[in-house]
Structures are given as structure tokens and as C-alpha cells.
């Protein structure tokens, strides 16, 4: 059994659900209808020009071609993750790409050409959508990590400074805020390991059941999804933050937040 085709004319059915909510939004004097207007256009055409993208890329079946877009993803995804990060130091992007891009080609090559064994191992159907799955769901973790540690340096001023005067080094006066940071990033992917299947058939094991497959192997499939964004968050969160800490310090060991 394939999945059922869906037109022109069944979304915008669906976009009339937006519609219902965009009169509610006037009628209630919330002030959304532009928002919800962009974000229902913006979906349309990034979406659209994505399925476009994939044809394409599933077509050329290139290395090169997959390998660059994912680069691209990660360079995105780094971007898009320290604009969450308030009050942070200056100069956090490479070492957050680097955190991303470490975790991120890790576990995707580990998953394609381990795990599931895919042949070739950079199957963009297979390496593209697992790979973005990690990207965007580590995105999370990390970003909440690192607004952690630094807002936890800063709540510990004092304490900081007394360390340091006292011969501490910037690990050692950290590593509390490390401990906290991490805790903060991995929370919500425990949480989530923990509901899964309880609450909701997650997207990976609906879009399977949609499709037409197994419901046992499509379970195997969102186990081994939940396991890869979970390894890659914490890989992901530890690295970043093992990269970043130093940032609150000077060269001489002065705190600077």
C-alpha cells in the first residue's frame, strides 16, 4: 500500500484551518494574522522548494552534491541555534559549528552506514532526511546548553572571582555551570525517550505507517531515530560547551561576563 496522494485542492483544505484561526485572531484583537499569514507562505514555499531540491538531489545521487548540502545544513544550523543564546560572548560561531559538525557527521554516518547499512552510505534519501532529523532536533540541546552555562557563570559572579583569586583555573570555577548547562540540554531528550509511544506516534514511525510499511519495523526504524538524536544532542551539548566555557575567560584568566 502507497500513500495517498494529496493535491492542490486537499491543501487548501488544510490551509483552512490557518484561515479559521487568522478570523479568530481578528475577531479576538490578537494581533497574529501577519504572523500567520508569512509563516503559512513560508512553509508553502520552503517546503515546495525543498521537495524540488530533494527530486533533484535524489536523481544525481551525488557524494559531492550530499556531502555539500549537508555542510550547508550544519552551517545553518549553528546560525539558527547561537540566535537563541542570549547574552552570550562574541566569536561562539566556529567552535558551534564545529561542535555540530563533529556530533552531526558522526552519528549520521554511523546510522546510514552501520546501523541501517545503506548502500551506498550516503544515500541522500537516507542520509539527508537522518542527518536533518539530528541537525534540527540537536539544534535544541545544544542551544539550551550554552544559554545555560553562561547564565549560570553570570548568576555565580562572585563565586567565580573568589575561585579565581584563589588560584582556580577556568575549568575548575566552571565546571558547575558545565554540569548544570549539560543537565539543561538533555532533559527535554530524556523527556521525550520517555514519552515516545505513550503520547504520540512520533514522525518518523507515522511517516512509515503512511507509506504502507510494517508496524514492528517502523517501530525499529523510530527506535533507532530516537537513539541518534538522543546520542547526538548529548555528543553535540558536551562538545560545545567543552569549546565554549573558556570564551567567558580572558587570557589571563579574568572572568569577563
Do not use: C
Not at 124 to 135: A, E
Not at 158 to 175: D, I, K, M, R
Amino acid at each position: 500500500m502507497n500513500a495517498e496522494t494529496i493535491g492542490w485542492l486537499e491543501l487548501l483544505l488544510a490551509t483552512s484551518f490557518i484561515i479559521i484561526a487568522g478570523v479568530i485572531s481578528v475577531f479576538m484583537s490578537l494581533g497574529l494574522l501577519r504572523s500567520l499569514v508569512i509563516a503559512t507562505l513560508r512553509t508553502y514555499l520552503q517546503l515546495i522548494a525543498l521537495g524540488l531540491a530533494l527530486t533533484w538531489i535524489f536523481t544525481t545521487n551525488s557524494v559531492w552534491i550530499v556531502l555539500g548540502v549537508f555542510l550547508f545544513m550544519i552551517l545553518m544550523t549553528a546560525q539558527i541555534l547561537l540566535k537563541r543564546v542570549r547574552h552570550k560572548p562574541s566569536n561562539l560561531y566556529l567552535p558551534t559549528v564545529s561542535a555540530v559538525f563533529i556530533s552531526g557527521v558522526t552519528v549520521a554516518f554511523s546510522v546510514t552506514g552501520l546501523i541501517v547499512q545503506v548502500d551506498p552510505w550516503y544515500d541522500p534519501r537516507y542520509f539527508l532526511t537522518m542527518g536533518g532529523m539530528i541537525l534540527g532536533n540537536s539544534m535544541n540541546g545544544i542551544a539550551l546548553s550554552l544559554e545555560r552555562l553562561f547564565d549560570d557563570l553570570r548568576k555565580r559572579n562572585t563565586e567565580v572571582n573568589q575561585a579565581l583569586a584563589f588560584g582556580g583555573n577556568p575549568w575548575e570555577v566552571s565546571l558547575p555551570s558545565i554540569r548544570v548547562a549539560l543537565m539543561a540540554g538533555l532533559t527535554p531528550t530524556i523527556n521525550s525517550m520517555s514519552a515516545v509511544g505513550l503520547v504520540s506516534i512520533p514522525g518518523m514511525m507515522t511517516g512509515q505507517l503512511l507509506a504502507g510499511a510494517d508496524p514492528v519495523q517502523a517501530a525499529k526504524y523510530q527506535i533507532v531515530v530516537m537513539l541518534m538524536i538522543s546520542a547526538a544532542t548529548a555528543l553535540g551539548a558536551m562538545i560545545s560547551v567543552y569549546f565554549v566555557y573558556q570564551r567567558a575567560f580572558d587570557s589571563e584568566w579574568r572572568f569577563i561576563l
